[in-house]
């Protein structure tokens, strides 16, 4: 998914973010431009790009040598060399999509938040489009207390989900285009979702809340 796709959808989080310059981590980037992309529009900020393949840091490391803002680091997206609330933008494309343990996936968002800045960072995450990849979201939003806006976009040739996640929205409006709205309810009712005890629907300021767990009981009960 290239950045120009969602930088429309993206733009207000960020300029909320960088503001006048910030710190962009780019976790687990592999072949990602997105964190130098990034400079071109907000130039006083810096870009650490991280990745656990010595090979490709290296390389990225030999690519951006001339430019003082990008730093490439060799890690652990479970553990960022970094302090807490340091970081005005978290870039995350696909790195959770390719860790497979619940483990793994619940330390690097834990970490991803923790450096997070607590009055405006911005934590982005694409991701494949499927129902516990959201609900896993949607959890750990409420979780950290941090807002949640989820999109459906085109990718080339497949859709993404991306989401943005971050501590206060207030002011930036939330306008679900048909495709987010009509997948994401089809995601949701997909089979694997009906061992879920609650599934929730959104429609704009409409939330419905369906209780599964009950239904099965009364349904056994009669």
């Known amino acids: 998914l290239k950045l120009e796709v969602i930088e429309e959808l993206l733009q207000p989080y960020l300029d909320r973010a960088l503001g006048k310059g910030g710190e962009i981590w780019d976790i687990g980037c592999g072949s990602s431009t997105w964190g130098v992309e990034l400079l071109r529009r907000w130039p006083a900020s810096t870009a650490t790009l991280l990745d656990c393949v010595p090979e490709l840091v290296a390389e990225l490391s030999q690519h951006y040598a001339s430019d003082a803002r990008i730093c490439c680091v060799l890690g652990d997206c479970r553990k960022l ?67 949640l806006r989820t999109r459906i976009v085109r990718g080339a040739p497949e859709r993404r989900l991306v989401a943005v996640l971050g501590p206060d929205f207030e002011g930036i409006p939330d ?29 704009g300021a409409v939330r419905v809340e369906v209780d599964q767990e009950g239904s099965r009981r009364r349904g056994e009960d009669e």
């Open 81 to 147: 060399e970094v302090a807490d609330g340091a970081v005005a933008v978290v870039l995350d494309k696909g790195t959770l999509d390719a860790l497979d343990a619940q483990a793994d996936q619940d330390g690097m968002l834990e970490e991803a938040v923790r450096v997070l800045n607590k009055t405006s960072g911005v934590l982005v995450s694409v991701s494949f489009p499927t129902a516990r990849r959201l609900l896993y979201l949607r959890r750990a939003a409420a979780r950290y207390g941090l807002c």
């Open 175 to 203: 306008h679900p285009d048909p495709l987010t709205t009509t997948t994401i309810d089809k995601l949701l009712y997909s089979g694997p979702m009906r061992d879920e005890p609650t599934v929730e629907f959104r429609h």
